[in-house]
């Protein structure tokens, strides 16, 4: 008979991520000089790619945001070229996952836009959206791509409507209208099958984005829901909230019942919101609050305990938002997993983190560099909408990220109509509520009303160039 003795020693977990650490970028690559937006609304105000940082900036008379090529480090100009279409106070800007010249934004003047970026970046101010969507009657507070399907974007109001637009066509397709406050947050599974949303109204919902059918909800009155996101293909949620005696709280959830979280875990006393970010290829999730400077990192499993803590990146200057480098856009050589791009407003400051993960060899690490989604999209918004899913098209980081994407967007010709979805006119007169919703409404009536008379007096040059014409028909000699 074997006797196995017990071990007094703790059992520590093996992980090749136990010794990750976050380091901070010189001051010559970082981005100075940058009027960061005091707005107070809770969202990271940043977008990064492969090519370009896209900023929303503090400015009077509408709202802008500054599009920087990611070599042009160092101090900003303060007459650096802006994107500054909008009415009011920009809210939200994300890039195109699979064009790297095309980003959408929204804003409190109710429009949703697209915007088309030179090579190169800006030369001068851009005041001409590729295309204008207007089809919420409040200010448009989030947009999400789509994660495996071209040109189809995602908005979210403070109407409480989610609108599915199909940007081949310039108009929304569907809306969801099952929400009863403010949505909070937006986030996406793996193949964009599932929709899953936070809201004002303390519930989450997981929702099936085509039929806008909720397929689970979860009442929160423990753990009162700010953000959430998808942990890639474990079927998990995790959300970031404030627990019944005010402390930071992450929990998670089966997305397949919501009837109770499968954990709950309070993180400390601040008061800051929670921003979540999950890295699918590494299992490894980051915790970064707002208005401090520190940054959890864990390790999530399918198994118990779920969450196993890592490290804790640790910065005096505290952050008012972040944005974060796809994959294909990481430094390889240097074990870099992720990258943050830190927004630190006292300063006018844009800090880049990246993750490195320790390794004495220079050679490519598989391990830690799975084949990861690529930029070329799985679906076309036709398959899409007509209810085919696809898992994400991977590529490999093991050459470096090299390939240009061959796509290009090409914007609809569109006429000014109502804009009906689901039986509903969505731009039908809706009472303003505040002075500002007055304003927004009297200058977007003024617009309507100098396009109309434009396309008046050109309508009545037409019809004397047609009357001019007619009357020279009529005198001509006619031939025998």
């Known amino acids: 008979m074997t006797v196995t003795k017990m071990s007094w020693r703790p059992q520590y977990r093996s992980s090749k991520f136990r010794n990750v650490y976050g380091k901070v970028a010189n001051r010559e690559h970082c981005f100075d000089g940058i009027p960061i937006t005091k707005n107070v609304h809770d969202n990271h105000f940043c977008a990064v790619n492969a090519r370009f940082l896209a900023i929303v900036t503090e400015s ?47 804003s409190e003047d109710t ?58 066509v310039g108009e929304p397709v569907k809306m969801i209208d099952c929400h009863s406050d403010v949505i909070l947050c937006m986030s996406f599974n793996t193949d964009g099958s599932l929709l899953a949303t936070t809201c004002k109204d303390k519930k989450l919902r997981v929702i099936e984005p085509r039929s806008g ?72 999730l980051y915790l970064a609050g707002k208005g401090d400077g520190n940054i959890r990192y864990y390790e999530i499993s399918t ?51 990246s993750m490195i993960v320790p390794r004495r060899s220079d050679s490519y690490q598989e391990d830690i560099y799975p084949m990861t989604p690529g930029t070329e999209p799985a679906l076309t918004p036709d398959e899409w909408l007509g209810g085919i899913n696809r898992d994400p098209v991977l590529m490999s980081l093991k050459e470096g990220y090299k390939k240009s994407s ?30 500002n919703e007055l304003l927004r409404m009297f200058f977007r009536q003024q617009d309507e009303i100098r396009r109309l008379k434009e396309e008046l007096a050109q309508k009545d040059i037409r019809i004397r160039q047609l009357q001019l014409e007619l009357k020279n028909l009529r005198n001509s000699p006619k031939n025998c």
């Open 213 to 284: 059918r909720v397929l689970q909800e979860a009442s929160c009155k423990n753990h009162r829901v700010n953000r959430v996101v998808f942990l890639g293909n474990m079927k998990r949620l995790l959300t970031t909230g404030v627990s019944r005696w005010n402390t930071r709280q992450i929990a998670l959830w089966d997305q397949e019942d919501l009837s109770m979280p499968l954990i709950e875990e309070e993180i400390d006393g601040l008061s800051g919101l929670l921003f979540p970010f999950y890295d699918a290829d590494t299992h490894m």
């Open 303 to 353: 198994e118990k305990p779920y969450l196993s803590y890592l490290m804790e990146f640790r910065s005096p200057a505290p952050q008012k938002g972040l944005g974060v480098m796809p994959k294909h856009g990481l430094d390889v050589s240097a074990c870099e997993v992720f990258r943050f791009y830190k927004l630190v407003t006292l300063k006018g400051l844009i800090e880049p983190i």
């Open 111 to 168: 429009s949703v836009r697209i915007w088309e970026i030179p090579e190169g970046g800006l030369k001068r101010s851009m005041t001409e959206a590729l295309l204008e969507l207007h089809g919420h009657s409040r200010r448009v507070g989030l947009v999400e791509w789509h994660p495996t399907t071209n040109n189809i974007l995602f908005s979210a109001g403070y109407d409480y409507k989610v609108l599915i637009w199909n940007l081949d």
């Open 60 to 106: 009077s008379g509408g709202g802008s945001f500054l599009v920087i090529p990611l070599e042009q480090t160092g101090r900003i100009e303060p007459n650096y070229p802006k994107v500054c279409g909008h009415q009011g106070n920009v809210l939200d800007i994300k890039w195109n996952p699979f064009i790297d010249n095309i980003i959408a934004s929204c």
């Open 406 to 435: 061959k796509m290009v967007f090409k914007a609809p010709i569109k006429e000014k109509k109502s804009v009906v979805v689901n039986g509903i006119d969505l731009l039908e007169n809706v009472p303003p509520r505040t002075e």
